[in-house]
């Protein structure tokens, strides 16, 4: 992998993916394509403070952290060599990546600020969805970035073994042969002043199909993949 390289995938309307079983190569936009226009909505948000969002508000947060969330992305993705590898030795044909803030540049609908307005993926959250109303948020601050790995064939392998969790975990590979690897990757995280706005965890590499992983994207996912040997 060529370490803090990465694409991010969006949907939106410059980049619609209408194919849902075309290879996931061909789903790669430009980083940060699109996610922008697609990242805000204009609906009315019900309980807490109850207010009509910014869109153009939103769409800005996005764009002034554009800059730390790159640098965020390559210290991760420096860190995450060591796994990247691991897993590769398994299906040299895996890709990899994360999903969330992190990779949308905003917390979802569900994390709004004081005046109703979706947050910065490194901003704080004053409210929370909570059976259907908006409540004051009283949990972690920060961001978090959900990894995940595309194979087949890894995905066939775990089948619908979820020895300990809802979702195939790359952890329960070989018998949990690669526990200390991502648990390495996790220590070297927390232990960056970069990645100082990451919400303390667990390192969890969750396992999609290709056609699974199109489907997410399909439904406005923001994915951002590492790039791995011939596709630098």
Known sequence: MKPGVAKSLTRSAASMVTDLAAPIDSLIAPMGGGSRVAAA?????????????????????VLQGDASRARIVGEIGRAAQPSIDALLRLDPNAQFGFRGSLASGLKGEHKIDVNGNRVAFDGDVA???????????SGPQGYDADFFVVSNKLAAQLGSSRSRNFFLDAADLNNGALVPVFDAFGRSMQANPVLSGMKPGDTTFRVWSQDAMARKLQAGDAQIYFLTGGRQ
């Open 41 to 61: 909505s204009g609906q009315r948000r019900t309980g807490g403070p109850g207010l009509v969002p910014n869109t153009a508000l939103e769409i800005e947060r």
């Open 127 to 137: 409210f929370r969805l909570k059976s259907g109303r908006y409540e004051p948020y």
